[in-house]
């Protein structure tokens, strides 16, 4: 936890988050509240699919890997 990885956007649902390929056959979550400092009411007026990211490992659990791009662009110093 805590790795920082620049992934590419693989499938958005536009009200709830948008999952980032880390890795050929691995996938993240960054839920909604996660993408900006501000409040963003679709990932759409932040990331497409196919978009290049940056992302931090937030928690890897039974359900998944939960990502972060808010902490990832203020670990680089981009927010």
Known sequence: MGALY?????NIRSDFGCWVEL?????GLVKIKDLEFK???KVED????G?????KVMNIGPRGIDLSRKDALRE???A
């Open 23 to 27: 890795a050929p056959g691995k996938d």
């Open 51 to 55: 978009d290049m990211t940056w992302v």
């Open 46 to 49: 932040v990331l497409k699919v």
């Open 39 to 41: 409040r963003t009411e």
């Open 76 to 78: 680089r110093g981009e």
């Open 6 to 10: 620049y992934g590419r956007v693989s």
